[in-house]
């Protein structure tokens, strides 16, 4: 019983993550070891439409990015699978969106890694007005 309910728990918990991730304004491209994408936030599939969007969840994340990148990526993800003290390296910065971009490793519960994204910090304030409901 005490199995079931927690794997109940995960479930239930996994709705409020995916959520979360959805929500994001910045895109969110989350892939396997194996570098292939396997989930696309709205945000993600909306930037990457005029490359194919949603369509490219199962492909290669190395097929969308230059030789040079390829290697870069994975040599970011042996760094990753060095150490459990490993997860996050800053990689470029945007001028044109004033936006730096790092890599950060997703593991699981007992710390084994199991895939990575790109995370997106956009550096120009926010233009809302503070507690502005906006429909």
Same mark, same amino acid.
């Given at each position: ?23 994001? @304004? ?9 570098? !292939? ?11 990457? *439409?005029?490359? *194919?969007?949603?369509?490219?969840? /199962? ?9 040079? #990148? /390829?290697? @870069? ?9 060095? #150490? ?12 044109? !969106? ?22 997106? !910090? ?14």
């Amino acid at each position: 019983m005490e199995k079931e309910n927690k794997i109940e728990g995960i479930k239930e918990y996994s709705a409020f993550f995916k959520s979360v991730v959805d929500q994001d @304004r910045c895109a969110v491209v989350i892939c396997n070891l194996q570098h !292939e994408i396997i989930y696309m936030n709205p945000a993600a599939v909306s930037r990457y *439409g005029k490359r *194919g969007g949603a369509k490219l969840i /199962g492909q290669s994340l190395l097929d969308c990015h230059g030789e040079e #990148s /390829g290697k @870069r990526i994975k040599q970011i993800v042996g760094w990753f699978a060095e #150490s459990k003290e490993h997860n996050m390296i800053y990689t470029f910065h945007n001028e044109k !969106e004033n936006k730096d971009v790092y890599m950060v490793a997703l593991r699981d519960d007992t710390g084994r890694l199991i895939g990575y994204y790109e995370k997106h !910090e956009y550096r120009d304030p926010e233009k809302i007005k503070q507690y502005e409901f906006i429909e």
